[in-house]
């Protein structure tokens, strides 16, 4: 594809505003129903020399609609650990050290309460208003989501036939789910660089890739908008195998989401990774985009999240706290650091750890 084929591709989306303007309403519909998880970290650095850190994402510290941190406790033995919050991005870090001559090994437990969230965008609602430092914040470039050159000519042209924000937001969303696709074969859940997506013509990757470009592609519209880091935690209740967990290890089970702000309806849940998801992995496996399931998740993932699904921050470009070495594009995986260097996180000859998740019976009568 020739870049003018592919600024006419994205500039053909907005034919796609006659998909249904509203997420599925009866099943998807925000209750007062919260499920309580308890989330286990683990992790042992198998390879250590002199000083090593450990810096594990804490559950979400923002108040949000669909989650609740309720509870953390955290145990390194034999060295100092504490909880660095970053409040413009929800971000909470648990931050250990362990001196030379012990095993690092770091746990950390976070009960939440989560539920089911949708958005109604058939009218406008009663959403508090966010406050301006809040969408200016998340309007910003950061290093793997900038939002000029092709970033925002890409914007421009893929949003060039809508007249609302609404229709901006999903303009963009039915571009992502017409024309990436998901990459088996990517390293973990990717690097989320969409100018390097965009200007390789190569948009296939993960959950930090595909909705990163989401991301980058409405605050270069002016929307503001933010990835959510987390990891899943459950299996799928509405029919997506592919969505859920299959057992209580998640080890494995790290997934982004992103949220679009749109005046009169607040932050609005929006997934298109997830969408190429289960057009990949539900078995079968690869669906077409009118299959019936797809077009099922394609029409609840533009305002609607299920929450079988812990999100752990919104932030980019993290610094750990007291680490020798630069920021991290995102932090959704364990991360460490020894005498040696910053030590792989997903290398597991030299850096172990087991995630799991365990659900909560309600005590109410």
């Not at 509870?71 to 034999?78: K, L, P, T």
């Not at 303009?171 to 390789?200: H, P, Q």
């Not at 609005?268 to 990949?280: E, G, I, M, S, T």
């Amino acid at each position: 594809m020739n870049r003018r084929d592919f600024l006419r591709s994205a500039g053909a989306v907005p034919a796609c505003l006659a998909f249904p303007k509203t997420a599925l309403r009866a099943e998807d519909a925000t209750s007062g129903g919260f499920r309580t998880f308890e989330v286990t970290t683990r992790v042992e650095i198998l390879k250590s020399s002199a000083a090593t850190r450990v810096w594990l994402p804490v559950a979400l510290i923002s108040e949000t609609p669909y989650q609740k941190a309720l509870s953390n406790r955290f145990s390194a033995e034999g060295g100092t650990a504490a909880i660095v919050e970053e409040r413009a991005d929800g971000l909470g870090i648990l931050a250990a050290e362990f001196p030379a001559g012990v095993k690092p090994v770091l746990t950390l437990t976070s009960r939440v309460a989560t539920r089911n969230y949708a958005v109604d965008l058939s009218t406008p609602g009663e959403a508090p208003a966010a406050g301006r430092a809040e969408l200016e914040h998340f309007r910003r470039p950061t290093k793997m989501l900038p939002t000029d050159g092709i970033v925002k000519t890409t914007a421009v042209e893929i949003t060039s036939g809508a007249k609302t924000d609404t229709e901006k937001a999903r303009a963009i969303y039915e571009w992502i789910v017409e024309n990436t696709f998901r990459a088996a074969k990517t390293r973990g859940c990717g690097a989320g660089d969409i100018r390097y997506m965009l200007e390789s013509r190569n948009l296939g990757g993960k959950c930090a890739d595909l909705n990163a470009l989401y991301v980058g592609l409405a605050r270069a519209a002016g929307l503001p908008a933010r990835d959510v880091y987390g990891i899943r935690i459950a299996k799928s209740e509405l029919g997506f195998k592919s969505l859920g967990t299959s057992s209580e290890n998640i080890t494995k089970a790290q997934h982004c989401r992103a949220e679009v702000y749109i005046d009169g309806y607040g932050w609005v849940p929006v997934d298109p990774a997830d969408v190429r998801k289960v057009v990949l992995e539900e078995p079968p496996g690869s669906r077409r985009l009118d299959d019936e399931l797809v077009r099922k998740a394609r029409t609840r993932l533009f305002g609607s999240w299920e929450m079988n699904w812990m999100a752990y921050n919104f932030a980019h470009d993290v610094s750990l706290p007291g680490s020798a070495g630069g920021p991290v594009g995102f932090l959704m995986y364990p991360q460490a650091e020894t005498s040696d260097g910053r030590v792989d996180c997903l290398d597991p000859d030299n850096f172990k750890y087991e995630i799991t998740s365990t659900e909560i019976p309600s005590t109410a009568g």
